[in-house]
């Protein structure tokens, strides 16, 4: 009797080991260890492409050279961030960028002024030591306005041309998108238009600078 019931236990708690481990199993698949991804990544994309086939030459110490923007930490990530008052921030629900706002905006700046100045134009790295033209800046909001509903997109562009880089000009740009919902899809959009708004105001002043 002894052996048959240590049998029968045995075979228990095998059973019972193997619906454990089938509902671990049956559980990792549900979760991941990283968070939750968002329902949406935004991306800023040019409403004014330069056209295919369009060729520019010429000295690379001619070309305009566009540096990433600086920005606080609010800014350097890829929540978007949502103002509620004068002091305090949230981060937008089931959103985020898929690349730093910082880096996209360069680019789509560095685009722009491509397809609205028909300048020579490289963005960043090596080429700032060589270019006599430099736009540079901070980025001093990209987000969701609570108290307003809005979309704002502010920028701090800061121009420099010569060889010794010395002459610079400063100037504030701003775009605003009202009655915008705080939810991801319509945010996004918003995002994307104002910072288009933004960076043509910039390429027109480079152009006209």
Same mark, same amino acid.
């Given at each position: ?6 049998? $029968?236990? /045995?075979?228990? #708690? !095998? *059973? ?66 949502? #103002? ?21 905006? #360069? ?5 722009? !002024? #491509?397809? *609205? ?16 033209? *430099? ?12 108290p307003s509903g809005a979309v704002i997109v502010r920028f ?31 945010? /996004?959009?918003?995002?994307? $238009? ?5 960076? *043509?105001?910039?390429?027109d002043w480079v152009k006209g600078?």
């Open positions: 009797m002894m052996g048959t019931a240590m049998k $029968h236990w /045995g075979a228990t #708690r !095998i *059973r019972t080991g193997m619906v454990v481990a089938a509902g671990c199993f049956a559980l990792a698949g549900c979760i991941s260890l990283g968070g939750k991804a968002p329902d949406e990544l935004f991306r800023l994309t040019a409403e004014e492409p330069v056209p295919a086939g369009t060729t520019v030459s010429g000295p690379l110490t001619d070309a305009v050279v566009v540096l990433d923007p600086e920005a606080d930490r609010s800014l350097d990530m890829l929540r978007v961030p949502v #103002r509620l008052n004068a002091s305090s921030l949230a981060y937008l629900k089931d959103g985020a960028w898929v690349e730093k706002p910082t880096r996209q905006f #360069r680019s789509l700046l560095a685009e722009t !002024i #491509r397809a *609205r100045t028909g300048l020579l134009v490289v963005e960043g790295g090596d080429f700032e030591v060589t270019g006599k033209t *430099r736009v540079g800046g901070r980025l001093l909001q990209m987000g969701y306005d609570a701090d562009a800061m121009l420099s041309r010569g060889a010794s880089n010395n002459d610079i000009v400063t100037k504030r740009f701003e775009a605003v998108v009202n009655g915008v919902e705080p939810k991801a899809k319509p945010v /996004g959009a918003a995002l994307n $238009h104002a910072a288009n708004e933004v960076v *043509r105001q910039v390429a600078g």
